[in-house]
């Protein structure tokens, strides 16, 4: 008789799919509000879209109990900056905190793939991408999750970042009209969840601009 022995796994993967993208004047972030594990649907109305300051949004993708205990703690960190400096945290600084927080946690990680978006100190639309551990990258556009191998070459396509080699170095804003941005958005996603069972029900997009922060709604199939 095989002995049977219980196994504790810490971690879980609920799918979704995160995109940003940065314009001269505005940031657009969306993802789908599918959440998944294995076959099974949990629920087909869950935001991934997190709100860190009046000017920066991160959306994140993994195991979404790490991701609610990751926005927890980001949302302590600057209760605690605000009280010391009687202001909000700038994106740019807000992306350091962000790769800090994973890289401490570097050996237990929290298993979340994000996409932190906003605007820098000129006002221009920022994207940052990272990597479970805290690496990051400032970029023009980027995608997480389970569908993100789907949307970047689409976003490579038609976004055509200047490679980060160029010297001097090229601004990595798109050249899109916000309503352009939010139309090709809406595209990569409708692709996304014809082919990745984790994407789908329901798209989710904010967009940040000189007016502050709206948000709108695309259906997206439900199968």
Do not use: W
Request: proline share 4%; aromatic share 10%; hydrophobic share 40%.
């Amino acid at each position: 008789m095989t002995k049977q022995q219980a196994r504790f796994e810490p971690y879980d993967f609920n799918g979704g799919t995160c995109v940003a993208i940065a314009g001269a004047d505005y940031c657009v972030v969306a993802a789908d509000t599918r959440m998944s594990t294995g076959y099974n649907i949990l629920t087909r109305d869950y935001s991934k879209i997190y709100k860190l300051a009046d000017k920066c949004m991160m959306a994140s993708s993994g195991f979404q109990a790490d991701v609610r205990a990751l926005q927890k703690v980001l949302g302590a960190k600057h209760l605690i900056y605000q009280h010391q400096h009687n202001k909000q945290m700038s994106c740019p600084a807000m992306a350091r905190l962000l790769s800090n927080t994973l890289y401490y946690k570097r050996f237990f990680p929290y298993y979340t793939f994000n996409v932190l978006a906003g605007f820098d100190e000129e006002g221009k639309g920022c994207v940052y991408t990272y990597d479970a551990v805290g690496s990051y990258e400032k970029v023009g556009y980027s995608a997480q999750g389970s569908g993100a191998k789907l949307i970047m070459p689409v976003l490579d396509n038609q976004l055509k970042s200047p490679s980060p080699l160029l010297l001097p170095a090229q601004d990595a804003v798109t050249p899109l009209s916000e309503a352009e941005a939010i139309d090709v958005v809406k595209d990569v996603f409708a692709s996304a969840a014809e082919r990745d069972i984790y994407t789908g029900d329901k798209l989710e997009i904010v967009i940040l601009n000189v007016d502050g922060i709206r948000r709108e709604y695309a259906e997206l199939r439900k199968d």
